[in-house]
């Protein structure tokens, strides 16, 4: 079965940089958006940024200007550059793919990655 693979959370120090990444773990036909969301402690998951494969993005105006997403079409990973982090960043963040097809003629599913902890301390 498919999944999404993420790494490179951690702890920051805060205005620090950080620059995750979510792959794919086979082959794929194709993914119509990649993108992130967070969840902190006590609160729900919300939308941090979203790119499609056209390279259009968007982003939470909590994050603009200091996070930029980007995707690699031909290996369908996408990355998350993090500068400028604050503690209010703090939070389990998760990739998630739309409308991603195993094969030719399958139904898009949308995937969730299993998160990764990121930590800015003040």
């Known amino acids: 079965q498919v999944q999404l693979v993420e790494s490179g959370g951690g702890l920051v120090q805060a205005g620090g940089s950080l620059r995750p990444s979510c792959g794919v773990s086979e082959s794929i036909v194709s993914v119509n958006v990649m993108a992130w969301y967070r969840q902190a402690p006590g609160l729900q998951r919300e939308f941090v940024a979203k790119?499609?494969?056209?390279?259009?993005?968007n982003y939470a105006d909590s994050v603009k200007d200091r996070f930029t997403i980007s995707m690699d079409n031909a290996t369908n990973t996408v990355h998350r550059q993090m500068n400028s982090l604050k503690p209010e960043d703090t939070a389990v963040y998760y990739c998630?793919?739309?409308?991603?097809?195993?094969?030719?003629?399958?139904?898009?599913?949308?995937?969730w990655g299993q998160g990764t902890q990121v930590t800015v301390s003040s």
């Open positions: 998630k793919a739309e409308s991603l097809r195993v094969r030719i003629g399958t139904r898009g599913l949308d995937i």
């Open positions: 790119i499609s494969t056209y390279g259009n993005t």
